[in-house]
Every structure is written in structure tokens, then in C-alpha cells.
């Protein structure tokens, strides 16, 4: 009977501490407890039970309550803790928090029905074959499968993990965070039946719990899911799987600011298993290590699925007045006359972008923000889509008073309203964050366009990645460049990304796809080599700009953003961290800022970051964590440390 405990809790403290365990037997190393701390009772995670007393004399608290009954987590679990909590620099609680379900005590409960697998239906192309044999014959090893929209990467993953499961070994595999994938859990629980456990943000927390449950248990040997999923604790993992591998939803934005890319690469070390990643448009730094060796790259160029890669046309919008133009139009006239689908793709939601005054150039921003704020007109409001502030749409600038104002841009609700009036008569969804908010929404809408019960789907990325549907001809990008205009190093690199996964969508089953590609800056490079789908020519010149610049993959980057609502008390800590980092670092790299972040100000909040920039990680890190350890900062400011950081707003 072990009297006292070790809790871990998810706080920024890098330390376990000592309770008293009245539950005996029933609180063991792995479960998730509730105890007093600092006034207030929190979930805490047991790390050890012993039964001596801690030396020293100071008052020992008590556990209140175990909220499991079987242990969360072990041994292995707690190693890839550590491991994060030293890369991502967060305490080890923080670490395991971020890794378990939050759920209460499972329920059972049927997620899916009873499925019984279906074998292979086709045989491999050469272009799958090849890869697929020389993954399998290694036990270990980091793959990389480039290759265009319809190559047919699923179905190598697919079989990869076959042969993982007959060795005996157990499989994750990663799809992006968004609600679409679900195309690929079908056919993961399709192929795989009830082996498989599902680890995603769709579950509620208690359906998570259960499901890991499952996998700790043995029951499932192959898990898909979320970033999150990379932590599933599977023994004996001889497979990592990352589908989409350029997602940005594989980077965390909290605390620990981990990236699934980096934590599967570990795991696959540790575990002496295989990770395969695979995209038609990988990260620069994937592509990169491609090019290094480090990853063992197979290029797949050729569609299965039959149809060619569509045809890319640019429309100079300069010298259009609506935002659907002219050419666009046509094409969609002539698609719907032939009975084939479109989908239009915009990267904002809501009615038109933002207020603009002509005459002295203000802008509408949020009050605790600084960013612009979007007419929504459904609800008749200026919204911001970083705090949800909203305010009443004025007429009258508020800055210099004049009446020549306008709303310049345009949202998917605009666009909405535009195609109607263009296209009488014709089925019209619109599938953005506002329309998907609602439960069951969006897959209806889905299942309808893929039934061609729908000629045009409108959205924002939600319809731009992993879906397949055969009837779609044209694939129209309404303003290509909203993207580009940010203070981002990797703004065009998404930019191009976006272009071509959207202009995938088009012609997946027929020879003639097409799309058009609307945009301010014809001139672009990302633009322009996107037309050619050409991203390995982008990525040549991009790796001529990040040398020049010195920017990754030829460095890495630290981001530390200092957060509170005094901004002159801010500002200032920022600089005395900067001071004593530049100290600590003695020349191992350097300091970039402090500077206000591109976005301010948060919810009232004056954000100020720096950005270490190196050439020598392990130092750097070293001297970071040191600086982040010993530093006090004052009352209300915050600090956060995102390594390798791949949003700089
Ligand atoms: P990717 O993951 O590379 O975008 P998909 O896995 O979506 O490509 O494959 C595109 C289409 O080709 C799918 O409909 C798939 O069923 C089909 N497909 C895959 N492999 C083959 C094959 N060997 N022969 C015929 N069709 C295939
Ligand atoms: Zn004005
Ligand atoms: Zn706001």
C-alpha cells in the first residue's frame, strides 16, 4: 500500500510534488487525480507512488479524488514527456497534459458502425509499388512520398500499414485538423474494421477517453487522427503515417508548442519504426531534408485516378469590377451546362473583407485587437474573427468624419449572394467555419455535393484539401492572393501550397479539368509557378530567398512573445529578457526585435515577440531555456516560447 504520491500538474512549474494517498491500491502510477494546489484543486498526474515519507518537514496535502481506474499512462509516455519538455520547453506536466484525453471516466459507446474489412480492390501502379517495397523491406526509416493530387499515396500508406499489423506491429496515421478528412477515416475503418481507434477534435472528450482506453488496452493496434494522435499510446509502433504533411494544423498552438512532424520523428526513433509522410505540396523543410538525404524521397507524378492535372488560368483582377470576373463566368456557365461541378474557393468568410475609408485610408479595426474587423451581414455587424468583438457597420468614417467609404474585399457570404444572382435556378451551399459551426452540417452538405445534388460549393479551406469528388470539372480560386500580403516569411510558400491542393480538387476523373485562378498580382512567383504546377521551380527560388535572408531551413528560429495589458511594462520586460539572453548566448545567435508582433494587440492584450535566429540549435536552445528558467518576469506579463515557430504573427 503506497502512502504518498508524486502529482505532476499543467503548470509552468518543472517539478512533481508530494500527497498523501488515502485511496491505497486504487491511485497508481498513470492516473489522473484531483488535489489541492495553490488554493485551488486541480487534476493532477501521478508520476510515482512510494511509501515513505518525503525528508524535510513541511505540511503534506492530501489527494481528494482518483478520477481513473486504470492508469493513463506509462513509463514510455512519461520518456517522450521529458523529451518534450525539454525540446518545447515547457514544464513535464504541461507535456502529459498535452498529450492525454481531457475525458471524464469512459462510457462505452458505439463511435462507428461494426465494419468488416474490405480487402485491396486494385493492383499497385508501379509509381506505389516501388515505394511501397523498399519502406517495407526496412524496419526503420524516414520516407517521403511527393507526389501530385490522385497519385495514389493513400493507398501505399494503406498498404504499408497492412504489412506493419501482419509483422505484428501497430500503426498511427495522421490526417490534417480539419472535419473533411473523414473521406480517409472511412477508408482507414473500411480497410482496417475495428482494429482501428479514432483520436480526433470531432469526439468529446470522453468518447477520446474511451478510445484511448482502446488502444492501452491492445484492443486497436491502428489509431487515426489529429496532430494529438502522434502521442497514442501504442506499443510497439512499426508505423507513422503523415498524410498532408505541410498542414500548419500539425504544429500546436498552445503550450507545448510541439509539431506532430517532429514528435513522429522521435517516436519513430525511439521505436526503431518507419515514418512515412507524403504531400503534393511538402513543407520547404521537408523538401529540404528530401534534397539532403535525410529523407528518402519517391516522386509520384502520374494522377490514377485517370484524369490529368487541370489546366491553370490566371485573371488579372486589377481590371475587373466584380468579383466574380468575366472569364470566371463563362467557364462556370459552360461546366453546369454539361452537367459537371464547381467549386469556388475563398480564403475569408464573411460578407466583404473590411471597412475602408477612401478619403483618408482608415481602416475598421477590433478595439482589442489589431485586426480588421468583417462585415457579416446575415447578422448585420462588424466581427472580429480573432476575439468575436463585434460592433455596428458604420457609414461615416470615424477617423476623418468623411462619407466616401466603402467595403472593399469580399467573403464567402458576398460571393454567396453574387453567384446566386448570377446563376438563378442552380443548388448553391456555402461551407465555411459559420455554416460548419452547426453539428452534422457539413458532412450533409458533402454527402449532397458528392450525390450531385449541389453544382457549387463555396468555402473557405474547408473545401480545399483531401476531398475527392469525381463530377467536379472546375475548381474557381476567387482571390488567390489573400494570403501574400502577410508579414510572414512563409506567405507565398502557403500561398502556392493553397493553390495548387485547391486546384487539385478539379478534373479528378476527367481529362479536362480546369481552373481559374483570380488574383491582384499576376506577377507573383508564387502565382506564376503555381500555374505551371510547378513547385519544385518555386521551391528552387525560395531556397535562393530563405539563404539570402538566412531564414529556415538554412537557420532555425526561436519566437518568445511577451504578452500583457500594459504595454509600456511589457515592452520593457521584453527588453530585459533580450538583454540577458544576448549574454547567455555569447554569440551563438542572434536576436531579432524585441518588436510589436504583426497582430499587436489580442483581446486587450499588447503582444511583443523576439525571434532568435541560429545556426547552432543546440546551443541557442540551451541558452534560451537557461534565460526562459531563470528569468522573472514581472506581474502580468506572459511569456511564451515557441521552437521552431512556423507562424510569426
Ligand atoms: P493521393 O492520396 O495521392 O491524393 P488518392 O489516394 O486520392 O491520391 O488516389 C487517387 C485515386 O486513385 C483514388 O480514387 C484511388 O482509389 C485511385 N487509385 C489509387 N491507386 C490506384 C491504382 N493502383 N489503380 C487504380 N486506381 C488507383
Ligand atoms: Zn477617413
Ligand atoms: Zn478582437
Redesign the pocket.
Known amino acids: 500500500m503506497s502512502k504518498f504520491a508524486e502529482l505532476l500538474f499543467n503548470l509552468p512549474v518543472n517539478k512533481s510534488f508530494t500527497y498523501r494517498n488515502p485511496f491505497g491500491d486504487e491511485c497508481t502510477n498513470g492516473m489522473r487525480v484531483k488535489a489541492p494546489f495553490r488554493g485551488r484543486e486541480r487534476t493532477g498526474y501521478v508520476l510515482a507512488t512510494k511509501d515513505d515519507p518525503p525528508e524535510g518537514t513541511f505540511e503534506i496535502k492530501e489527494i481528494t479524488r482518483v478520477l481513473d481506474n486504470e492508469p493513463l499512462f506509462d513509463d514510455t509516455l512519461v520518456s517522450l514527456g521529458e523529451w518534450m519538455s525539454g525540446m518545447y520547453m515547457c514544464s513535464l506536466g504541461e507535456a502529459i497534459a498535452a498529450m492525454l484525453p481531457g475525458g471524464k471516466r469512459e462510457h462505452l459507446q458505439d463511435l462507428y458502425d461494426e465494419q468488416t474489412p474490405v480487402p485491396d480492390r ?4 508501379s509509381q ?1 509499388q516501388k515505394p511501397l517495397e523498399e519502406i517495407i523491406s526496412c524496419q526503420e526509416g524516414m520516407f517521403y ?1 511527393f ?9 501505399v500508406y494503406l498498404r504499408a500499414a497492412e504489412h506493419t499489423l501482419k509483422e505484428g506491429r501497430s500503426v498511427i496515421y495522421l490526417v490534417p485538423e480539419i472535419s473533411l478528412t473523414h473521406q480517409v477515416i472511412e477508408i482507414v475503418l473500411q480497410r482496417f474494421g475495428d482494429q482501428v481507434a479514432l483520436l480526433h477534435s470531432a469526439l468529446t472528450p470522453s468518447q477520446r477517453l474511451s478510445e484511448w482506453m482502446r488502444i492501452r488496452r491492445g484492443q486497436a493496434r491502428v489509431v487515426v487522427g489529429a496532430r494529438s494522435a502522434v502521442f497514442a499510446p501504442l506499443e510497439d509502433i512499426g508505423l507513422i503515417v503523415i ?1 498532408e504533411e505541410h498542414e500548419g494544423s500539425y504544429k500546436s498552438g498552445r503550450t507545448p508548442r510541439y509539431h506532430a512532424r517532429q514528435v513522429a520523428m522521435k517516436r519513430c526513433a525511439l521505436q526503431k519504426g518507419r515514418l512515412i509522410m ?1 504531400s ?1 505540396t511538402p513543407s520547404l523543410e521537408a523538401y529540404y531534408l528530401m534534397q539532403q538525404g535525410t529523407l528518402t524521397a519517391f516522386t ?1 507524378e502520374k ?3 485517370g484524369g490529368e492535372l487541370p489546366k491553370i488560368e490566371i485573371v488579372d483582377m486589377r481590371k475587373e469590377e466584380r468579383p466574380i470576373s468575366r472569364t470566371l463566368e463563362l467557364q462556370m456557365r459552360q461546366v453546369l451546362n454539361e452537367g459537371n461541378q464547381i467549386i469556388l474557393f475563398l480564403n475569408r468568410r464573411g460578407f466583404s473583407y473590411f471597412f475602408h475609408c477612401h478619403t483618408c485610408g482608415y481602416e475598421m479595426k477590433c478595439r482589442h485587437c489589431s485586426v480588421s474587423l468583417t462585415f457579416h451581414k446575415k447578422k448585420n455587424r462588424m466581427i472580429c474573427h480573432y476575439c468575436g468583438f463585434s460592433s455596428a457597420p458604420v457609414q461615416v468614417c470615424s477617423d476623418c468624419g468623411s462619407l466616401d467609404v466603402g467595403y472593399a474585399g469580399f467573403g464567402t457570404e458576398k460571393i454567396e449572394q453574387v453567384v446566386e444572382a448570377l446563376f438563378p435556378g442552380r443548388r448553391i451551399e456555402r461551407v465555411d467555419a459559420d455554416t460548419a459551426s452547426k453539428k452534422g452540417a457539413l458532412k450533409h452538405t458533402l454527402e449532397q455535393f458528392k450525390n450531385r445534388e449541389i453544382d457549387i460549393l463555396l468555402g473557405t479551406q474547408m473545401v480545399a484539401k483531401g476531398l ?1 469528388f469525381p463530377g467536379v470539372k472546375l475548381v474557381g480560386i476567387v482571390l488567390a492572393d489573400t494570403g501574400l500580403q502577410l508579414p510572414d516569411f512563409r506567405a507565398s510558400e502557403r500561398t502556392i501550397s493553397l493553390m495548387i491542393q485547391v486546384a ?1 480538387r478539379s478534373g ?1 476523373n476527367m481529362e479536362d479539368g480546369k481552373v481559374i485562378v483570380q488574383t491582384l498580382r499576376p506577377d507573383n512567383e508564387a502565382v506564376r509557378f503555381a500555374q505551371k504546377h510547378d513547385i519544385q521551380g518555386f521551391f528552387t527560388r525560395e531556397l535562393e530567398t530563405r539563404k539570402q535572408l538566412m531564414f529556415p531551413p538554412y537557420t532555425r528560429l526561436f519566437r518568445v512573445v511577451f504578452r500583457g495589458k500594459d504595454p509600456v511594462l511589457t515592452r520593457n520586460t521584453a527588453r530585459e529578457f533580450a538583454d540577458e539572453l544576448q549574454k547567455s548566448l555569447s554569440g551563438a545567435g542572434s536576436i531579432l526585435g524585441p518588436a510589436d508582433c504583426p497582430i499587436a494587440v489580442v483581446s486587450g492584450n499588447t503582444r511583443f515577440q523576439l525571434i532568435l535566429r541560429t545556426t547552432s540549435f543546440s546551443r541557442s536552445h540551451t541558452s534560451l531555456s537557461r534565460t526562459a528558467s531563470s528569468f522573472l518576469p514581472r506581474k502580468g506579463i506572459y511569456i511564451e516560447i515557441d521552437v521552431d515557430p512556423v507562424a510569426l504573427l
Open positions: 486494385f493492383d499497385l501502379h506505389q512520398l507526389g501530385v493530387t490522385g497519385s495514389g499515396k493513400t493507398e498524410d507524403g503534393a509520384m494522377r490514377l485516378s475527392n487539385g479528378r
